[in-house]
Structure formats: structure tokens, C-alpha cells
């Protein structure tokens, strides 16, 4: 069954996505899962590369590349990685616990958060990737 959406954030954000895994896939990242839900929190991806898993949180922004070429460069001040707020953390954070918990990860596994911002120029049909890695809890 096709997925609906609702809004047109939602289809940004599914296209943002599919277009991270095929990033991560492309450097070497074995996709393990996608959109890990629980009632308090969602993990976007969760990867593994050289034996320590990463969990990905993906921030998809429209934008005509053409315009704002610089990755990074935002109209208005407004910068994707700012919604990251401490209860978004919060709630990765849980997630993150009960996703090791409940897939029996052993406790010395090295685990990462990492942020990928998606810029897409839809008219265009491109996209610009931004990476912060290892994103502190």
C-alpha cells in the first residue's frame, strides 16, 4: 500500500530520506533499519560501518540549489540543525535505548547519533548533503 501523506513537509521529509540511504549506501554504511518508531521517538536510519552502528537523523530542506549553492547557506537565518532542540535529543536518546535494548545489542557496540541535513532542489531534481557527526546526547 502506497503511503499517503498529509502534508507536504511529510513528502519533503520521504524524499529527504531516500535520498540519505542512497548517500550512506554509496559510502559504505549497511542499512540495518528505517523509521524505528516508538510512542516517545522515531530513528530515521540506523546503519552500521566498521562495526559501530549509527543512528541517523535526517532533516530534509527545500531549496533551489541554484540560488543557495553553499551547503549550509540558509535564507532568513534559519539552519535545519537548529531543530535539534535538548527534548528532541531527549527523545533520540530514549529511542536509542530501547531500540539497543530491545535488538539485543551487546553493551560494548560502539553507537553514534549522526545528523544528515538534505538539501533538495526538487525543480532541479537535485540534492546537497550536509553531515554533523557523532552528535553529543
Known amino acids: 500500500m502506497p503511503k499517503v501523506f498529509t502534508s507536504k513537509s511529510q513528502q519533503t521529509g520521504e524524499i529527504g530520506e531516500n535520498v540519505a540511504v542512497k548517500f550512506l549506501m554509496k559510502h559504505g554504511f549497511s ?12 530513528i530515521d536510519i ?15 530542506v527545500q531549496r533551489d540549489i541554484s540560488v543557495f549553492p553553499f551547503i549550509g547557506h540558509e535564507s532568513n537565518d534559519y539552519r535545519a540543525e537548529d531543530n535539534m532542540h535538548p527534548w528532541k535529543l531527549k527523545r533520540l536518546s530514549r ?9 539485543k545489542v551487546p553493551e560494548d ?7 544528515l541535513i538534505v538539501y533538495l532542489d526538487l ?4 540534492a546537497k548533503i550536509k553531515v554533523e557527526n557523532d552528535i553529543v546526547l
Open 31 to 42: 542499512i540495518i533499519e528505517r523509521n524505528y518508531t516508538k510512542k516517545w521517538g522515531e
Open 46 to 60: 540506523i546503519t552500521e560501518k566498521d562495526n559501530r552502528v549509527h543512528f541517523i537523523e535526517v532533516k530534509s
Open 95 to 103: 529511542t536509542i535505548q530501547t531500540y539497543l535494548i530491545s535488538r
Open 109 to 115: 557496540k560502539e553507537w553514534q547519533l549522526d545528523l
Open 123 to 126: 525543480k532541479n531534481k537535485k
